[in-house]
Structures are given as structure tokens and as C-alpha cells.
Nanobody
Framework: VQLVESGGGLVQPGGSLRLSCAAS????????MSWYRQAPGKERELVAR????????NYADSVKGRFTISRDNAKNTVYLQMNSLKPEDTAVYYC?????????WGQGTQVTVSS
């Protein structure tokens, strides 16, 4: 089982990034997928979640209207489009796959929002 995040980097406030999480080793289309983030000195928090079929999404209040989660089950990939980025969005972003009691985490990708 592997979840590999990519797309992180350094971006100026107000900018955009698109994170990707490529999955392998399990039936991706059967799993709900989530993006979490963890800033230095803070607990890991849920950013966005998408159902296995993609028909249902949920967002943290702090990112509503700015971030969009989506998935392509044919490509075994989940995305996080991040717009209007703020310095407080700086964190390591992780993807997570969940089906009942089964869960898998990626290794994370760093997002830094700074001028």
C-alpha cells in the first residue's frame, strides 16, 4: 500500500497550489479520501474529505470557499486545489485513505505560504 503526495512548495500569499496523492496497492475507489495538515507545534487537523464515489465532500471552516477536493478513480488519485493561500495554511499536508477500520497515510508534502 502506498500513498504518495506531491505538488507542495513555496507560494506567495494569495497564490494557488494543487496537491496530488497517488494511491496504489489497494482498491482506491472503495475508500473515502481525506487531506489533513499539521503545522509546527500544532495537532494534525482535517482539511477536506471526499467520499469513495466523489459525490460527497466536507471541508474545514478555515478552508471553505478556497480549497477544493476532488478525485479521479480511474487514475487512483485524489487532489486538493488550494486557492487564495494564506500564511496560516503553511503546514505539511497528508492524504489519508479510510474504509471502515482500515486506514492508510501518505508521507506528507510541505506547503509554505510566505512572501
Amino acid at each position: 500500500v502506498q500513498l504518495v503526495e506531491s505538488g507542495g512548495g513555496l507560494v506567495q500569499p494569495g497564490g494557488s497550489l494543487r496537491l496530488s496523492c497517488a494511491a496504489s496497492g489497494f482498491t482506491f475507489s472503495s475508500y473515502a479520501m481525506s487531506w489533513y495538515r499539521q503545522a509546527p507545534g500544532k495537532e494534525r487537523e482535517l482539511v477536506a474529505r471526499i467520499s469513495s464515489g466523489g459525490g460527497s465532500t466536507n471541508y474545514a471552516d478555515s478552508v471553505k470557499g478556497r480549497f477544493t477536493i476532488s478525485r479521479d478513480n480511474a487514475k487512483n488519485t485524489v487532489y486538493l486545489q488550494m486557492n487564495s493561500l494564506k500564511p496560516e495554511d503553511t503546514a505539511v499536508y497528508y492524504c489519508k485513505a479510510v474504509m471502515y477500520s482500515l486506514q492508510y497515510w501518505g508521507q506528507g508534502t510541505q506547503v509554505t505560504v510566505s512572501s
